[in-house]
């Protein structure tokens, strides 16, 4: 649990799999990774960050005790505040702890109305005033209805975190990003136009063996710095699924490429890992960056759409016509026909239908198992 590096690791293993791995969950967690009743591996409270081990005995002892918590009042009434802090709250608020109590989304825990405090430290607050109200009535012998004088407070409304800040936030108190990743937005360039990873430069000489290597990455860090003589240079900081990398551009490379050294921006990066231009050292060259998200206007120029010829039935060839109605766009679209069977492939391009590589049009096509998908 507190090896990022192993995790991380695992967590990608799971992925290729095809085993589930859930975020933190109050109801669900135990202080370590374990398995849900759906056989799907739920991620430890004890590995967030600000979350101890007696915050985590304080929150699942009370739940195998009195059953599942409805709500963050309820969370904060029964859980021993003095076992979890306000720090554990919001980790585990951060992380994606709360997520299955309805009505109530992340941002809203860290929001505050006209300066006051967030709604976080109200909920916990909250929670104090009733366990010492509790305490007082046990105490008490015409204490019992002390508690019915405390209100909840009101949930304030305000927007959803954006995915990226979202994720963000997330990594901060995990290391790792759990509930999706800043990339899976670009999946369609990846699995299109990438043919390495950045993990692959863990090893420059074999990366060298590969030739041009196409990656795409998140910027996650960014320095501009002097060199002793005083020229300018740049350190990239590029992170992908599995693994991140520090680049160090120098020379008329750090004047073409500093436009692209912003901290957040995602890049598809070309390169070459070969000697360095003194000694017999390798170094990853880079020869080209753009903006990810402008990679399929530039890039793609036309769609295939690959099929068994016996699959082809009515529903799919109203969908085809549908498509040529709605997708108007640039990439022109071919059908192949595939006979397995006697090893024969019918090329068929269309005159008229063009299409535009939505999100939403790739979501269509990946609706049919048996059409496979490629774009030159």
Not at 87 to 95: D, G, N, V
Not at 126 to 131: S, V
Not at 299 to 310: H, I, P, Q
Request: proline content about 2%; glycine content about 8%.
């Amino acid at each position: 649990m507190n090896d990022i590096k192993k995790i991380t690791f695992f967590m990608e293993e799971c992925r290729r799999m095809g085993t589930t791995v859930l975020g933190p969950d109050i109801n669900e967690s135990t202080f370590k990774f374990a398995v849900n009743k759906n056989k799907e591996i739920r991620f430890g409270i004890g590995a967030l960050k600000g979350v101890g081990e007696g915050a985590v005995e304080a929150i699942v002892n009370e739940r195998k005790e009195n059953g599942k918590y409805e709500s963050i009042f309820d969370a904060t009434k029964r859980i021993n505040l003095r076992s979890a802090n306000k720090k554990a709250f919001e980790s585990l608020a951060l992380a994606g702890g709360f997520d299955s109590f309805e009505g109530i989304h992340r941002a809203q825990y860290f929001h505050s109305v006209d300066g006051s405090a967030p709604f976080i430290e109200k909920a916990i607050k909250y929670g104090a005033n009733h366990q010492e109200s509790e305490n007082s009535a046990q105490a008490s012998l015409f204490g019992g209805e002390s508690e019915v004088s405390i209100p909840e407070p009101e949930i304030p409304a305000c927007e959803e975190w954006g995915t990226m800040e979202k994720l963000s936030k997330e990594k901060d108190v995990v290391g790792i990003y759990l509930s999706g990743h800043p990339l899976d937005d670009f999946k369609f360039e990846i699995n299109s136009f990438c043919n390495a990873k950045i993990k692959d430069l863990q090893s420059l000489e074999i990366a060298s063996k590969k030739g041009e290597m196409r990656m795409a990455g998140i910027v996650t860090g960014v320095q501009h710095r002097m060199t002793k003589t005083g020229k300018p240079f740049g350190i990239l900081d590029f992170e992908g699924y599995e693994d991140s990398h520090s680049f160090f551009i120098f020379g008329d490379d750090y004047v073409k490429f500093k436009g692209y050294l912003n901290t957040g921006w995602f890049l598809f990066m070309k390169g070459k890992s070969q000697k360095r231009a003194w000694g017999d050292d390798l170094e990853f060259k880079i020869s080209s960056i753009e903006l990810l998200s402008e990679l399929r206007d530039k890039l793609a120029k036309s769609v295939t759409l690959k099929m068994e010829y016996d699959s082809v039935n009515e529903e799919m060839v109203d969908w085809l016509k549908e498509l040529g109605k709605e997708k108007l766009g640039k990439c022109t679209l071919s059908i192949a026909l595939v006979d397995r069977k006697n090893k024969n492939t019918v090329q068929l391009k269309s005159r008229e239908i063009k299409v535009n590589l939505t999100n939403s049009f790739i979501e269509e096509v990946e609706k049919w198992p048996n059409i496979e998908f490629k774009v030159n």
